[in-house]
């Protein structure tokens, strides 16, 4: 009678104890765990790469964002001194026309009355670089430094974003931790594992409130840029019509104000 054939289960056992899980050793089973529970830690403290978004439209609107940033303050920045000079220049000729003036009261011929005119038309002048000074405040400077301000908030907006990817991950990550440490406990079946199950329940709620935090700051996100592209179009167009707008009227105004001017000038020049 030949041998007895082992059962069909005993063998599979016994292939199994050669090559598979059966042959480790309980040592062996909990570093297997210690090393993925070490893999899945250093994702999460973020030793492996950075936890960041990998979305190139979004690296493009913050490279867009940072950029606008930087040519808006430097905008913002050239429109104050605009503002400076233009009151520094009405002052100057403020005092420049006051001291025409005494200096035409001085002579009693047509030079004197030629320099008293010419020192009003100075203070007059003066008066409207003030004005124009006022305006570049209020309709150049002031829009822009409104949108400084707009972009700055458009970047604490990336960053609260930012946040809430890295916890929405993080808390992913610790989930998957969280897993390996039951399964460890289911194996050894140790008393702990219904606080582990209990823990991964809050876990888990957590993880997808953060989830929900993310995907909400996403679309916010998403409708204040869009609100921004459209009114900073119209804002910023309107802005500078303004200012080149101002500009010419007070250089014709500036113009014509001197041109009056020259024909009495020079008849006594050449008197």
């Known amino acids: 009678m030949g041998a007895t054939t082992a059962p069909r289960g005993t063998m599979e056992r016994a292939r199994l104890q050669e090559t598979g899980i059966f042959k480790k050793k309980p040592a062996d089973l909990m570093q297997i765990f210690k090393d993925v529970q070490s893999k899945v830690s250093d994702i999460v403290l973020g030793k492996e790469k950075p936890v960041e978004e990998s979305n190139p439209e979004y690296e493009k609107l913050k490279h867009y964002i940072f950029e606008l940033e930087d040519h808006l303050a430097e905008a913002q920045k050239h429109a104050y001194r605009l503002v400076k000079r233009h009151r520094e220049l009405g002052q100057s000729l403020s005092d420049f026309g006051k001291a025409v003036k005494l200096l035409g009261a001085c002579e009693e011929n047509a030079l004197g009355k030629v320099f008293s005119e010419l020192g009003a038309k100075s203070e007059i002048l003066s008066i409207k670089l003030q004005k124009e000074a006022h305006h570049l405040l209020m309709n150049f400077e002031e829009p822009l430094k409104d ?98 707008k101002g ?15 020259l024909p009495k000038l020079e008849a006594c020049s050449s008197s």
């Open 147 to 244: 949108y400084v301000r707009a972009v700055q908030s458009i970047k604490a907006t990336i960053a609260e974003r930012a946040n809430a990817f890295r916890q929405h991950c993080e808390l992913a990550e610790t989930i998957k931790l969280k897993e390996i440490d039951m399964n460890k406990l289911r194996l050894i079946r140790s008393e702990k594992l219904p606080e582990a199950e209990r823990d991964y329940e809050v876990l888990k709620a957590d993880s997808e409130e953060a989830t929900r935090r993310f995907e909400m700051i996403v679309r916010l996100m998403k409708d204040e840029i869009v609100r921004f592209q459209e009114q900073k179009t119209l804002d910023m167009g309107l802005a500078f019509h303004e200012f080149a």
């Open 247 to 261: 500009q010419a009227h007070l250089a014709n105004s500036i113009a014509d104000a001197w041109r009056s001017l």
